[in-house]
């Protein structure tokens, strides 16, 4: 079955970095497009980036560009979200989800998350 599982998460203090792992099975990797998508705290799903299956193109959110980079390898299964000059707006938890629009949170299948806190 397909598995999406995060890793990387953790308490950061505002202006570090973090780098965000999703290590995915069951499916053909190469063959989707992935993204990534966050959840602050009382507020909705919020689409972060996408990435096209070959790694070739990939979109951000307004919110994130030139902070954050999506990359991805295919011959590890792996998904990638580096994380720079963060700020408490960017509290939340981050899920890696497979297909979907590119430009929005809807997927068909997503992890169950890994957490980022920011401080001050």
């Known amino acids: 079955q397909v598995q999406l599982v995060e890793s990387g998460g953790g308490l950061v203090q505002t202006g570090g970095s973090l780098r965000l792992s999703c290590q995915a099975s069951?499916?053909?990797?190469?063959?989707?497009?992935m993204k990534w998508v966050r959840q602050a705290p009382g507020k909705d799903l919020e689409w972060i980036s996408s990435?096209?299956?070959?790694?070739?193109?990939?979109k951000s959110a307004d919110s994130v560009r030139g902070r954050f980079i999506i990359s991805r390898d295919n011959a590890k299964n792996t998904l990638y979200l580096q994380l720079n000059n963060l700020k408490p707006d960017d509290t939340g938890v981050y899920y890696c989800?497979?297909?979907?629009?590119?430009?929005?949170?809807?997927?068909?299948?997503r992890g169950q998350g890994t957490r980022v806190t920011v401080f001050s």
């Open positions: 990435i096209y299956s070959g790694g070739e193109i990939s």
């Open positions: 069951g499916f053909a990797f190469d063959h989707y497009a």
């Open positions: 989800a497979r297909g979907g629009p590119m430009t929005d949170s809807r997927s068909d299948y």
